[in-house]
């Protein structure tokens, strides 16, 4: 890999930036591997009480209004359950549903029901439930964060007690994966109807833990569900744990010295001035959530010159991501081709621009630009954008490319790029979506709403569609692999770097699983007894 003179004059900008924020010393990571071997061969330990210290306040406990996933989830997960939940490698488990089917016209979905679960309140969980939650996502006044990603369904029919069918307006596959997300949870509707608006106050559901108390702003705690249906390592009903405490911890260096100590097990959204700390605790284990932000640099395809592919390549070859990933956010940085998460089923790693500036030169000049061109930067006023900027700006200017720095407040700057007023647009996308056909629609259909970069291409919308009718979960990630490499090849887009969200957790805990963008599933979670 080359380095010139400018690379190293670049590097030492970024190092003196980085000076003015706290200095993060990282050790090797402490896997405690004898120890956790020794706890899992013994087996889960019953009962506890496990407390987690997030960031974000909650605004609902209703599934279909809640608009926080990240912290509200950790909560619905305990209590409510889906029909089916989605693996890592992006296959559907039965939860409610043991089964389903797709008619072959991809109109209709028709699931058979787990018998004898009941809510928390008694309620029967059965088709007339599964179709009343259902019917929720298609009105717009309770389904209020979710009703239009379900904006395809018709209608919803009850077959018998313990089946139900879902019938479509027309092939819309990402149905079933936005049903593993914050649409799919069955709430009961004799609670519903009873609560009301403060439903959210008194959530019922089926999962492993039952509702005690949610005091706004502090704390949600919720208690073992002694009905539960699931069984676990033991033959005996799930959960494992007797309670969680959820408390809401704003403050990042509170909720570090809280699991240092011991007053919590879990703290989510670990800052990259703690991740050091972390490492080096041998009490605790840094994990990798599947939540990430991912920078990019729209190239607008409205006009000249970055309507030209040549100089997208040449644009794609001109950064050194790894180097400017590890001096702008050291711990947190990981590198990805494209939109997918390297943890995500979606993912292939195949990286066709590396950093190589002579090409990027070579490209230009193949394109009719051999003395270099000059081109605007727009970008959000923001961190770690402002960082970012001048040091694009370096790496473009090292191989020919001169540019503006425009830095607006965010809705100018939303509102300036949906207009099409820039050559190059600096943002960054918070990821995974609530199903990853969202993202490709949104993004790079000709009509999308986030399609910024004025992209338009017939093939692409064409694999949209049949996205659209390919149920099959496996086929499904073999049209998003055709996706990206056509979009790299067209060097679409510039993904510079991403960064990753971490948590710290006690070595005691054993069990948990992760969720849509890092809420946890801890219906077989444990903790090691004192």
């Known amino acids: 890999m080359k380095r010139s003179k400018l690379f190293y004059a670049v590097s030492m900008l970024i190092v003196l930036l980085l000076l003015c924020s706290a200095t993060v010393v990282f050790a090797g990571a402490n896997t405690e591997a004898e120890s956790v071997e020794r706890a899992e061969a013994a087996g889960p330990v019953r009962g506890g009480r496990l407390i987690m210290g997030i960031v974000g306040k909650m605004s609902s406990l209703d599934p279909t209004r809640g608009n926080a996933?990240?912290?509200?989830?950790?909560?619905?997960?305990?209590?409510?359950?889906?029909?089916?939940?989605?693996?890592?490698?992006?296959?559907?488990?039965p939860e409610l549903a043991t089964s389903w089917e797709v008619s072959q016209d991809k109109l209709h979905i028709t699931f058979k029901l787990r018998q004898g679960v009941k809510f928390h309140d008694g309620t029967p969980f059965n088709a007339a439930a599964a179709k009343f939650n259902l019917d929720r996502l298609m009105d717009p006044a309770q389904a209020t964060q979710v009703h239009t990603w379900f904006k395809?369904?018709?209608?919803?029919?009850?077959?018998?007690e313990y089946s139900v069918r879902i019938n479509l307006k027309q092939p819309a596959a990402m149905i079933m994966t936005l049903l593993t997300s914050t649409g799919g949870f069955m709430v009961s509707p004799e609670a519903m109807k009873k609560y009301g608006d403060d439903y959210s106050l008194h959530p019922?559901?089926?999962?492993?833990?039952?509702?005690?108390?949610?005091?706004p702003g502090d704390h949600v705690l919720?208690?073992?569900?002694?009905?539960?249906?699931?069984?676990?390592?033991?033959?005996?009903?799930?959960?494992?744990?007797?309670?969680?405490?959820?408390?809401?911890?704003?403050?990042d260096s509170v909720r570090l010295v809280e699991v240092q100590t011991g007053r919590i097990h879990i703290m989510q959204s670990v800052p990259a001035e703690s991740i050091g700390i972390v490492k080096t605790d041998p009490n605790l284990a840094l994990t990798r959530t599947p939540g990430a932000f991912v920078f990019r640099l729209y190239l607008n395809q409205r006009r000249s010159p970055t309507n030209n592919v040549v100089v997208r390549r040449a644009i794609n070859y001109a950064f050194d991501r790894e180097a400017m990933a590890k001096a702008i956010i050291p711990g947190q940085e990981f590198q990805s081709p494209f939109f997918y998460l390297p943890n995500s089923p979606e993912?292939?790693?195949?990286?066709?621009?590396?950093?190589?500036?002579?090409?990027?030169?070579?490209?230009?000049?193949?394109?009719?630009?051999?003395?270099?061109?000059?081109?605007?930067?727009?970008?959000?006023?923001?961190?770690p954008d402002r960082t970012m900027a001048p040091i694009i700006q370096s790496y473009l200017e090292a191989v020919g490319i001169r540019t503006e720095i425009m830095e607006l407040e965010r809705l100018m700057a939303i509102e300036k790029a949906n207009a099409g007023d820039w050559d190059l647009y600096q943002a960054m996308a918070g990821l995974p979506q609530p199903d990853t056909q969202v993202l490709m629609d949104n993004q790079w259909r000709t009509d999308g709403p986030w399609?910024?970069?004025?992209?338009?291409?017939?093939?692409?919308?064409?694999?949209?569609?049949?996205?659209?009718?390919?149920?099959?979960?496996?086929?499904?990630?073999?049209i998003y692999h055709e996706m990206q490499r056509k979009l790299l090849d067209e060097a679409e887009t510039v993904v510079l770097f991403g960064r990753a969200v971490y948590q710290a957790n006690t070595t005691a805990l054993h069990g948990f699983t992760f969720e849509h963008v890092g809420a946890l599933r801890l219906t077989e979670a444990w903790l090691e007894a004192e």
């Open 204 to 215: 019922v559901g089926t999962g492993p833990f039952k509702f005690v108390e949610w005091v």
């Open 69 to 93: 996933f990240l912290w509200e989830g950790n909560v619905l997960l305990a209590i409510n359950e889906r029909l089916f939940r989605r693996s890592e490698t992006g296959e559907f488990i």
């Open 222 to 251: 919720v208690a073992r569900n002694e009905n539960y249906w699931g069984k676990g390592e033991d033959g005996k009903p799930l959960p494992y744990l007797d309670e969680i405490l959820v408390r809401i911890i704003t403050d």
């Open 451 to 478: 399609n910024r970069s004025g992209y338009s291409n017939q093939e692409m919308n064409a694999l949209l569609d049949k996205l659209s009718v390919t149920f099959e979960p496996k086929e499904r990630i073999k």
């Open 347 to 383: 993912y292939l790693d195949e990286t066709p621009y590396n950093y190589d500036p002579d090409k990027a030169k070579k490209l230009l000049a193949e394109a009719g630009y051999p003395n270099g061109l000059d081109l605007g930067l727009l970008l959000i006023s923001r961190e």
């Open 152 to 160: 395809d369904i018709e209608s919803v029919d009850v077959i018998d």
